[in-house]
């Protein structure tokens, strides 16, 4: 089996989702292999911390920020570390 080596990226996904008839929206830093990547981490986070299922949850924009971009204080922090590599096998 071969191991990729893929960099790791900072993405600011927004979107919004339903909650009690209201529309709720949202923006969020994260740093992901991929868009895709990025999405699940979204979803992930909305569904433990708010119960928010993921087919209620609609994705508008997902961008991918440079270092001077990063508004969030944990992933500025993340990123200013050494390079980071995900490994996957």
């Known amino acids: 089996m071969s191991k ?17 008839g209201e529309k709720v929206t949202f923006s969020r830093t994260v740093r992901a292999v991929s868009e895709d990547d990025a999405k699940e981490i979204v979803q992930w986070h909305f569904g ?3 119960r928010i299922r ?3 949850m609609n994705f508008v924009k997902v961008t991918e920020l440079k270092k001077e971009q990063i508004n969030d204080p944990i ?5 200013s570390s ?7 096998g």
């Not at 050494?82 to 996957?88: E, T, V």
């Open 4 to 20: 990729e080596i893929k960099n790791i990226k900072n993405y600011n996904v927004t979107g919004f989702y339903n909650k009690n």
């Open 48 to 50: 433990s911390k708010h």
């Open 54 to 56: 993921r087919i209620l």
């Open 75 to 79: 992933v500025e922090v993340l990123n």
């Open 82 to 88: 050494a390079d980071f590599k995900l490994i996957r």
